[in-house]
């Protein structure tokens, strides 16, 4: 028996009963050492008392708490964004942030180390993709930002998620629904319905599994375009999965999952952000449970466009209004220190 220990972090609480009663414990302590490390962010073996020592022995030489180290801390100047660098076990890199805005706190976490999907605009798609990440290590980014907020000033615990950081979640649909499990369950983060927003490229398979499935996540799916050569020009995955089966997919969801999707829409200056282009967008969107979100473009080394002015913003969100569309426009934050949508990515270590 020289199996490697498991991380504790991967592992569903079901799973964790499973583990206690393979050991001849009882399923209940299984129950206890989760609170411990998710309620009461306890990973020293020896300071979890209620736990009997003989399967505090076992758990231990059959577990560890794979936390991911902080390589860089960044904070924006305004103070509201921090960005995380974390060090993961292979020495590769991935990036998490903490937003405070409208009146919340949330944390943007990455589901793959770099990304295969090649958006022209984005920082991470530029990188390339380097692996997935475990379920294990979505959710230490979450227990990481959930650490940090419990020992702030005035303490508070993590509410919000966005699985919207580097990478693409459908791509890595298993590993992220797992993480989704751990994170929502009532007896550690909690996390529970409609407090994870999952934002997609569009991988057609994926939302259809999603719409089957049921899972606690919101949907977001990128658009960018509002005709298929416009969206394959910006989203190269619109060639495997193109915009009439994208939209398909996003009616089969909304119908059975009775939700609303949330639509992203990246403005780039005289490339989508015309009138015209708004009315396209409105034409394809209208009558669907939906929800635009504006995203002025963010800049990025490998992508030479600019952003939409306000106006243009406003004119787009007045013409979606006719349409019966609400929008946002997402607001500026952090892209001082490059942690705005579509700005994450690290250098190979
Ligand atoms: N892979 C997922 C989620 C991560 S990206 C997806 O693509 O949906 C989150 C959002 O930021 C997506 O809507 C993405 O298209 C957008 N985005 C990417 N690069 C951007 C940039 N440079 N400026 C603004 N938004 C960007
Ligand atoms: Fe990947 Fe999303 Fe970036 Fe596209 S926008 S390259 S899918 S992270």
């Known amino acids: 028996m020289s199996s490697s220990p498991a991380n504790f972090y991967d592992l569903p609480l079901e799973e964790l009963r499973k583990l206690a009663v393979r050991w001849a414990f009882s399923p209940v302590h299984a129950a206890r050492l989760w609170r411990y490390v998710y309620l009461d962010s306890v990973t020293a073996w020896s300071r979890m008392p209620e736990l009997p020592a003989r399967f505090r022995a076992k758990a231990e030489a059959a577990l560890v708490f794979a936390l991911l180290p902080v390589a860089t801390e960044t904070r924006s100047t305004d103070g509201f964004t921090r960005k995380y660098l974390l060090a993961l076990a292979d020495h590769r890199r ?165 939700r609303r999707i949330f639509y992203e829409w990246t403005l780039i200056e005289g490339r989508n952000d015309s009138a015209e282009t708004a009315h396209a967008v409105g034409r394809l969107l209208r009558g669907l449970p939906a929800q635009v979100n504006l995203i002025p473009l963010n800049p990025t080394a490998g992508y030479g466009g600019a952003p939409a002015n306000r106006e243009a913003a406003r004119h787009f969100q007045q013409i979606l209004v006719e349409y019966g569309l609400p929008s946002t426009v997402r607001q500026r934050r952090g892209v001082d220190i490059a942690a705005g949508c579509g700005q994450l990515t690290t250098s190979a270590p």
């Open 94 to 258: 991935i990036e998490t942030v903490l937003m405070r805005y409208t009146g919340r706190v949330t944390a943007c976490l990455s589901s793959q180390a770099g990304c295969a999907m090649g958006c022209v605009f984005c920082a991470t798609g530029q990188m390339g993709f380097a692996r997935h990440l475990t379920a294990g290590e979505m959710v230490a980014q979450a227990v990481h930002v959930d650490r940090v907020l419990r020992g702030s000033s005035e303490p508070e615990r993590l509410r919000n998620i966005v699985l919207m950081g580097m990478g693409e979640p459908l791509h890595n649909y298993d590993a992220v629904m797992t993480a989704v499990e751990i994170l929502c369950d009532p007896a550690g983060l909690a996390l529970g319905q409609k407090k994870i927003t999952l934002s997609t490229v569009g991988i057609v398979p994926g939302i259809i599994r999603l719409a089957d499935e049921a899972r606690p996540v919101h949907l977001a799916v990128s658009l960018h375009g509002a005709t298929q050569a416009e969206r394959a020009a910006l989203v190269p995955v619109a060639k495997m999965w193109p915009l009439d089966e994208l939209m398909a997919a996003c009616r089969y969801y909304s119908t059975k999952q009775r």
